[in-house]
């Protein structure tokens, strides 16, 4: 089993800047892709951005400009670095691993003020 851990969420006011974290207990580069998800309340999980073993990201259009996934291979650290931020970004982020098996973190709440 893999827990993974996310940090860095608090409450923000619109416009703000907030950097989240996942540690990871192995290698990241065990994992074929790193991905954080997010929910909002009443709302399906959807998710926000990705990053492969190589390097390439990927970011869903509402985030596109404002949001950047990166890793620190050394740290065994995903990061999530979330810039002129909305109330619509409110919700639980969640980390996840992709390989053979999916593992999840347990979430961090950001709060958006607007």
């Known amino acids: 089993q893999v827990q993974l851990v996310e940090s860095g969420g608090v409450l923000v006011q619109a416009g703000g800047s907030l950097r989240l974290s996942c540690a990871v207990p192995?290698?990241?580069?065990?994992?074929?892709?790193m991905r954080w998800h997010r929910q909002a309340p009443g709302k399906q999980r959807e998710l926000v951005a990705a990053?492969?073993?190589?390097?390439?990201?990927r970011y869903t259009d509402s985030v596109e400009g404002r949001f950047t996934i990166t890793k620190d291979n050394a740290k065994n650290t995903v990061y999530l670095q979330m810039n002129s931020l909305k109330p619509e970004d409110t919700a639980v982020y969640y980390c996840n691993a992709l390989t053979a098996l999916n593992y999840w973190g347990q979430g961090t709440q950001v709060t958006v003020s607007s």
């Open positions: 990053i492969t073993r190589g390097g390439l990201t």
């Open positions: 192995r290698s990241i580069g065990s994992f074929d892709v």
